[in-house]
Each structure stands twice: as C-alpha cells, then as structure tokens.
C-alpha cells in the first residue's frame, strides 16, 4: 500500500483522511478461524516487528518503526508509522518500498525526522513537515549518517560521522561538479594497526573514528565538534542547548580497555573538542548521559567493579554537568540499567531493568532509595518515551504476543495497548502454555527459566524436550514472545530456556560465577532444568535435543562433551578451540581481561575448550553460521564438524554465505527452521524422515522491465 501525504494538510487532519490505511495486519476487524491452529514457520515471516517509539512534543501522538521480513523478495523493509495517545488506527508516515528508521519529533513539534538510505545511497536525515507533504532529504553526507538528536531549539541536529574514506570525498566533489560516478577499483589491502581491528558487520577496523557534528537546519552548515583517536557516541543535548554530552574512551589506548567516560563539549565550539570537560573519571565504562531539565546533573549508566568485566552490574549514577563528584543510585538493587531518563519535574530518573527473567521500566529518586516500576510484571519493555507531562509511551511486549505500542498517561496505573499490529495473526494461532519455574542446581543454587510445554500437551505424559541455552553468556530469557520455542511447541516438544549462573537479572554475584570458568556451572544450573522437568513427568529422558546460538552454541558444546543424555544436537555460531579465536574474531579485549594470554595461561585456556574433549562427543550434532561472522566466526563451528567427522561421527555443517552474527536474509532464517525441525524431528523424536529438509527452491530474480 503506498500513502502519499498530501500538501497542506496536517497529521492531525491526515488521521481522519486515511484512517482506513491501516496495517494490513493491524486489522482487528477479520473473522478468525473458529479453531486456532499451531504456529509454523511461515507465521515468523508475518510477525511484524515493532519498535523505536518516540511521544510527539504535544502528546498526542507516538511514532513508531515497523519491520517486516519480505520472504519473496528475499529481503527487509522498515516503515514509519503514528498512532495517537487516544487510540485509533495507526497512520503510515514512509512508502513501501524505502525502510527508514530513528524517528525523532522536533522539540515544537513542527517535524518528524528519521534516517533512510534511499536510492542505493547511504543513511541521511529526511524530514517529514507535520503541515503536508512529501518526505524531504534534509543532509547530503558522503559517508552517511550513524545518528542523529534534535537540539532543543529544533534549529540544530548532533550528527554521529564517521570519518570519510578518501573515495567519500572523491564521490562528493564528482557530485557536486555533476560528473558521473567512477567504476569501482580493485579495493586496496587492509593496513592494520591497531590492537582491536575487527568488528561484526564491519570487517577490519581502520583509524577512522565516529565523531560529533552540529548540522544547522536552515543554512545545512556542518561543524565538527569533536576529533581524535576516540569514538564519541550517544550525544545528548543540554537543555539550554549550548552544550552536549557524550560518551567516549579517550584513554591512551582504547582498544586495551573499558574506560568510556561521560564528556561535555560546548555546541558552538569550533575547533574540533579542543574545549571539552570531563564529567566522571571512574576507570570502569560510564555511558549513556541524560541531562537534568536545570541542566545541573548528568545520569548515566556506570560499571564500577573493572575487573568484574562483561559480568559487572551496570548501574544508574549521577554527576554534576561540570565535573565533580558522582553518586551510584542502584548499588542495592544490583540489577544492570540502561536508558536513564529524567523525569519532567527532575526528582526522578527512569531506566530499564533486566530482573527475575522480566525487562521492567524503574524508577528511582535523584537522592537514591527504593526502586518503583511504572511499567512492571511479567513482560520485556524494550524501549520508551517520556513525555512532558510524565506520560509514556513503550514498547512492550510478552510470553505470548510480539512487541506492540503502549501508552501510560500520568494519570494511569496501567499502561493501554496503541497499537494491534499482530492481532490478526495471532487471533489464528493456539500457543503453547508457558510456566515460570525455579530449580536447584547441583550445589544448591536456585536457578530459574521459562518450560514451554507442548501445545497438545496433557498431564502424565512424556514428550520429547529440546533444551535451548541462550547467549551471552551475560543475558536473559526474558518475558518476551520467543518464535522458535512456540514452534518446537507446534511440533509436539516441550523446550527449555533456563536462566544459568552467567545470567544477568539476578545480581552480580550469580552473573560473575562463571568467569573463566565457562561450561562448568552453568553446565549443572542447564542439567538442572533437564532434571526438573523429567521430575515433573513432562520431559521423556530418552528423547532429548539441545541447541543454541552464539553462547548458546558454545553452551551445547560444553554439553554434549560432557554427557550422552541427547539423541541430536545442533551448535549455532560456536566456537569449542578458544585459542583459536585469538586474532581472529572481536573479543581480544575480553581475553585478555577474563583468561590472561594464552601463552601465560593455557591451562585456563584448554579448561573451556571443550575441542579437547571431541573424543567423548557421540550426540549427532548439526554446526551452523555465517560465512563473513567476526562475532565467533564460522571456524569455530568448521573445526568441532571436522575433528567429528575425522572421527567418524554424526555431524553436518551448514555455512550461510553473507550472514553476520544476527542472520538477516529471509531465506536463510527459513531455511535454518527448517533445518532444526529435520534434524531433532529426525534424531530426538526418532522420525522417519530425513535429518534434512529438502534442498530449498531458489529465489527468482525480478523479472527484467521492459525497454522504452
């Protein structure tokens, strides 16, 4: 459906207009089938996601991305879209056909911008006026555009850049002179120099770094702001307007450490951050700054415990805007923070919270105390908005419905669902019932996780069960809709996502027992649930599987070296040879911190390096990842399939070409579905059926437009 916006009109006027141009599937209004039916791997492709919610300046209304994986043409489309506070159909503000994201309001309210890479361009900020017409380019970046604020006057913008390549400066100046684009060049080889010189989605790292601009709206003037050696990001404007905070490591060697501090630079300043003060000196990571409305404070998210590393608490801080002493808000909640946020009145700040296997929003007073949650329960806020007033606008979403957008006015105790963007899918579907349960561990911890029980489940009787670690390790099954668990429940398992020890949400102390000890503990908290949920008579003991991604996968092959308890497995970006991914992924930094050099600790090293124990592995095990991952690269997974192979064992590799860590292309999601049903289908249930899916059709080319 394209919407064009007609000159002239407002969106308020815009809403009654086209009231009807609603999301295909925010359609409330379709019977659903009498009888529900399980979940399938297409429905994933209907899941709309939605996110990025942004509360208009007046309060009426909330701006909101919406993406959807397009399985036919084999890619992604984000489109903007607005729903007011009052409820009613959502408004589309983009095109098919042209994915933009970040929207942001102008603080009167005359606007919307949001970032876009049109035309096979790079992201720049356009402009929608909220008195009529078409979206309008407002920047003409070479290298693109990271990110963008609103200065509280809306005449400026803080662009995050990154320094151009030598061709981005070549491309601008044959624009501007209107010649025509130059025919690519053998790419030259990659000099490195620096200690940390790979990144996921970004390949070898080079010098150039992300700085902060001033881009004037009315005269698309650009100053830089800062300069360096140094990324500087999540810019926050003061709000006078004449400052402007960041975070950066400005250390003498970031690469080596986790020292990011909390900086202020003077908006006008000229000669490129020669005038900048630093706001906290913490040695740990300080980041994230929210400015006060009297511009007095700066709340921020700060990791105390430097040794503590990834498994370290990030707690809420404040510190006075022009440098003293700061105060630590959180330490006895002992839960990680993140997004602060004044409120209006400035006697509280809110952030998000991971917690008990739930994301709340909190609230906490500027002098510290007792956590409230204006948002709390079982279920994940992903994001939010404040308003002037105090109201909120959030993304929220739960265990049996994907995000949807809510609204909290400050006269309400419960927030009210804007937005219906998956109501007709979900009116079709019969989901599996979801338990919160709570284990002990082998020591005696208690450990707790989310148990799916089949979607025909009944009482008394066993069903094959499919243990599904997470990643991380720091993180948490969350009170969120989870696709692949719903539809290993469709398919007649029950599934298992515990929290282990190295989970964040329940306090440093359980977090940090795994360092340098990976596959130990968490191996016995991951058992555990096995061991409860055969006690509880739901799991059979003779068909279980196990898979994960990322740690996840790391997790499954600490498993299956250590026990023969499953039938299949499948190993998704892992990595079992730890020195082999030395140099060669992104995590050198968090070696060193955690294991030590491997030529000075190697027996840590070989510890949790399950390769090392290949031998004892008979579980047919499926390793899957994508080709150009520098998360934990497809090595990892190349080297546990040949050394099974070598020794005679069960085992297939599947390699996904032009996927990174997080798969994105819509083939391969569906084709990685498909594979996990085949292959436990085959190994856990004892299926006839092949362990794997048939080869998939090809996606046809666009049929070629006729010649004038």
């Known amino acids: 459906m394209r919407v064009k916006i007609i000159p002239g009109i407002a969106f308020a006027t815009l ?71 009052h409820g009613g159909d959502a408004i589309p503000l983009t095109a098919e056909g042209s994915s933009s994201s970040h929207p942001r309001w102008s603080p009167d309210g005359k606007y919307l911008a949001f970032l876009s890479a049109r035309n096979g361009g790079k992201n720049q900020v356009w402009l929608l006026d909220r008195r009529g017409g078409e979206a309008q380019k407002l920047t003409e970046v070479a290298q693109g555009i990271n990110d963008f604020e609103w ?30 684009a130059a025919k690519p060049k053998t790419p030259p080889p990659f000099v490195i120099d620096r200690l ?77 951050g020669a ?35 990834i498994y370290a608490t990030h707690h809420l801080a404040i510190s006075p805007s022009a440098g003293g002493e700061a105060k630590v808000l959180t330490l006895a909640f002992d839960r990680s923070v993140r997004r602060p946020r004044f409120s209006a009145d400035g006697r509280a700040i809110y952030f998000i919270a991971d917690d008990d296997g739930t994301q709340n929003l909190c609230r906490i007073a500027v002098t510290g105390g007792d956590v409230s949650r204006p948002i709390g329960g079982s279920l994940n806020v992903g994001t939010y908005s404040l308003g002037k007033d105090g109201a909120i606008a959030a993304q929220i979403g739960s265990l049996d419905r994907p ?43 208690s450990v707790s996780g989310y148990l799916y029980k089949s979607v025909d489940y009944t009482p008394g009787k066993k069903v094959p069960t499919i243990l599904n670690p997470h990643g991380g390790p720091v993180g948490q099954y969350s009170a969120s809709f989870y696709h692949l668990a719903q539809l290993f429940a469709a398919n007649g398992y029950a599934v298992l ?55 996840g996968g790391m997790s499954t092959d600490f498993i299956i070296a250590q026990t023969a308890r499953f039938k299949g497995a499948i190993s998704g970006a892992s990595i079992a040879l730890l020195p082999s991914g030395f140099g060669h992924d992104q995590y050198q930094k968090d070696y060193f911190s ?60 599947v390699v996904y070409p032009g996927e990174y860590h997080g798969f994105t292309i819509p083939s391969h999601l569906k084709d990685r579905l498909e594979r996990n049903l085949a292959w436990y289908a085959h190994y856990v249930k004892g299926d006839s059926t092949p362990a794997r899916p048939p ?14």
Not at 39 to 49: G, K, L, N, P, V
Not at 523 to 551: C, E, H, N, R, T
Not at 610 to 624: D, E, G
Request: charged share 25%; glycine share 6%; with cysteine.
């Open 151 to 180: 200065s509280p006057d809306s005449t400026r913008l803080v662009l995050i850049l990154q320094d151009p390549k030598p061709e981005d400066a070549e491309a601008a100046k044959d624009k501007d002179k209107d010649k025509p």
């Open 15 to 85: 809403a009654v207009t086209i009231s009807s141009c609603t999301l295909a599937q925010e359609s409330a209004t379709k019977p659903a089938p009498t009888t529900p039916r399980s979940i399938t791997i297409d429905d994933y492709f209907q899941i709309r996601d939605v996110a990025q919610p942004e509360l208009s300046p007046d309060g009426q209304w909330v701006a909101y991305a919406v993406r959807t994986r397009m399985l036919k043409e084999d890619k992604n489309e984000q489109r903007l879209w607005m729903v007011s506070t």
């Open 695 to 708: 080869e998939p059709a090809p996606i046809a080319a666009p049929a070629a437009k006729p010649a004038d």
């Open 497 to 551: 996502l515990p929290n282990p020890r190295g989970s964040s949400g329940y306090g440093q102390k359980f977090c940090e027992a795994i360092f340098a000890d990976w596959g130990n503990k968490d191996f016995q908290d991951d058992m555990a649930m096995v061991d409860y949920a055969v006690a509880q008579g739901i799991a059979d003991p003779d068909k279980l599987g196990v898979g994960g991604w990322s740690y």
């Open 196 to 272: 940390q010189f790979k990144q996921d989605t970004v390949g070898y790292l080079d010098r150039r770094r992300d700085h902060l601009y001033v881009f004037d709206v009315a005269s698309k003037k650009t100053t830089q702001l800062t300069s360096g050696d140094f990324d500087d990001t999540e810019p926050a404007w003061s709000p006078d307007g004449k400052s402007l905070a960041f975070s950066s490591n400005r250390s003498s060697d970031p690469d080596r450490n986790y020292n990011s501090d909390i900086w202020v630079v003077p908006a006008d300043n000229s000669d490129k």
């Open 594 to 653: 955690e294991l030590g050099y491997p030529w000075e600790n190697r027996a840590t090293w070989e510890k949790i390096s399950p390769f090392y124990r290949v031998k004892n592995i008979t579980t047919p095990t499926l390793f899957m990842g994508g080709d150009i991952d520098w998360n934990v690269p497809i090595i990892g997974s190349e080297q546990m399939y040949q050394a099974l192979k070598s020794l005679g064992r069960t085992a297939e590799l």
């Open 275 to 309: 005038h900048l003060i630093q706001v906290t000196t913490n040695p740990g990571s300080d980041r994230a700054p929210a400015w006060s409305p009297d511009g007095k404070w700066i709340a921020y998210v700060t990791e105390t415990d430097v040794k503590a590393m």
């Open 403 to 445: 995000d949807e957008i809510f609204f909290l006015a400050a006269s309400q105790k419960e927030p009210a669902r804007l937005t219906k963007t998956n109501d007709a899918l979900f009116a079709q579907l019969r989901l599996a019932p979801i338990d919160y349960v709570h284990f002990k561990s082998k020591d005696g911890t």
